[in-house]
């Protein structure tokens, strides 16, 4: 069975010292590197990682080093009756050979709560020690209790010069690769396998695999791997996207701040890996009608427009054709200018709460009910009988006159308005007899400092 595995579980190292693209975690000198070496790995940790970056590869260079009982199960297809199992053993082999025991779960974030709190207790009493493996974040994906009591160690994708390192060792490897055999790889090829494989070891083995043993040996006896063998093992890179997991909030976290910052050419490569992948446009459609409120606001106005519109434009045509919209939406966005004014709501509700909400001036109250009993609306200046449109009143409750909660960015649109709340302001302020207040706090007192 050794012999006939896939070439990537053939050629998976056997010491530390084989181990590419992971020397943060376990380079000379580190902490994990120590433990293992010394054989002192009595706390739990948790590998975390993209698929092919080495998670099961590291467990089971812990398995061969330790002189621990080592447990391997898969969280797909273990349950609660599986791990009480091993539970009981590992407690009778540590009260008969005061031996201890290393559990390799692998998948772990695929357990549901109540199969990580069956773990936790016998984590926490020292019965086990358990390796965790997973693709997903720990913090989101694991308990806290067990990312408590754990090392949080994460895994990165390799580089491509790595990547090519490993080919180049698994067509050397007389033993578990193709070093006995005549397989002559073009450097293109090389580069293309090393470039697609997206940083996952596996992923380049694999093809490699495919291409050798699906390439007939020429007239001399040589199986010859070019790129046109190279691209059909290997025809697309797979793009690393969960719609559940970190992929997916990090992509879209990317391509948000990089229409945020004004940069479209970000913006249109996160969008397009994102459509790649396969996520819904809808979700991208309403992140950009909350981009244009938040980050765009008055600065350009028909920036909520023009995502409201693709948003409906997309519903009515769908894809292939609804790309249109929605690039035409993150451009638009993109370089349009930005304001975040918008969240000066935010400072009004603070007040609110801070305060409790104050009472509405009496002139400003309904007057089409309480007119005559209460002199409800008695003394309001009905602003178009002036000349501009406008002129000063009490608006605010008294405790808050001067106060101001928008401040105007001074960006394309808000520019203008700008101006204009400047002069408003000042009129109502001398009109009103009060000193302005900004961004909702309370004025200077100018005696202080004398």
């Known amino acids: 069975m050794e012999t006939e595995a896939p070439l990537a579980q053939r050629m998976r190292p056997r010491e530390l010292d084989d181990l590419l693209g992971q020397e943060h975690i376990v380079g000379p000198g580190k902490l994990l590197r120590r433990a293992i070496e010394a054989d002192r790995l009595f706390s739990s940790i948790l590998l975390w990682g993209p698929p092919g970056t080495g998670k099961t590869t590291l467990a089971q260079i812990i398995a061969h080093r330790t002189q621990s009982h080592f447990e391997t199960i898969s969280a797909v297809l273990a349950g609660i009756p599986e791990l009480r199992s091993l539970i009981q053993e590992a407690r009778e082999r540590r009260r008969l050979y005061n031996r201890r025991t290393i559990l390799f779960v692998d998948e772990v974030h695929r357990w549901n709560k109540a199969q990580q709190d069956a773990l936790l207790p016998h984590v926490e009493t020292g019965v086990i020690t358990l390796i965790g493996a997973t693709t997903e974040n720990p913090y989101f994906e694991v308990i806290k209790a067990l990312v408590s009591r754990s090392r949080v160690f994460q895994l990165r994708p390799l580089a491509e010069d790595q990547i090519s390192q490993l080919v180049d060792r698994a067509l050397r490897d007389p033993v578990h690769g193709y070093g006995a055999r ?36 020429g007239e001399d006896g040589a199986v010859h791997i070019d790129l046109d063998a190279a691209q059909e093992s290997i025809q697309q890179r797979a793009i690393l996207y969960d719609k559940d997991g970190d992929a997916h909030y990090d992509t879209i976290s990317a391509f948000i701040k990089s229409v945020r ?68 939406a993150t451009l638009y966005l993109a370089t349009a200018p930005k304001s975040n004014s918008a969240g000066a709501y935010f400072k009004a509700a603070e007040r609110i709460r801070a305060e409790g909400s104050g009472e509405v001036p009496v002139h400003l109250m309904d007057a089409s009910r309480d007119a005559v009993a209460l002199g409800h609306g008695k003394g309001y200046k009905y602003p178009h009988e002036f000349p501009g449109h406008f002129t000063p009143q009490q608006y605010l409750p008294r405790a808050l006159l001067g106060v101001t909660f928008y401040q105007p960015s001074g960006q394309g649109y808000e520019a203008q308005v700008a101006e204009r709340l400047a002069r408003w302001r000042e009129a109502q302020s001398r009109a009103l007899g009060t000193s302005t207040e900004e961004d909702g706090k309370p004025p200077a007192d100018p005696s202080r400092g004398k």
Do not use: C
């Open 182 to 217: 005549r397989v002559v790889l073009d450097e293109d090829a090389r580069s293309h396998l090393a470039a697609v494989a997206g940083g996952d070891a596996r992923n380049a083995l694999n093809a490699l695999e495919l291409a050798v043993e699906s390439t007939p040996p």
């Open 261 to 328: 910052g004004s940069d479209p050419d970000a913006a249109l490569y996160w969008l397009a890996k994102m459509v790649q992948a396969g996520e819904d446009p809808r979700f991208i459609l309403r992140r950009l009608i909350i981009l244009a409120g938040e980050d765009i606001g008055l600065a350009d106005p028909l920036g909520l427009v023009v995502a409201t519109s693709a948003f409906a434009a997309f519903e009515n045509i769908g894809m292939p054709e609804g790309i249109y919209p929605l690039v035409e």
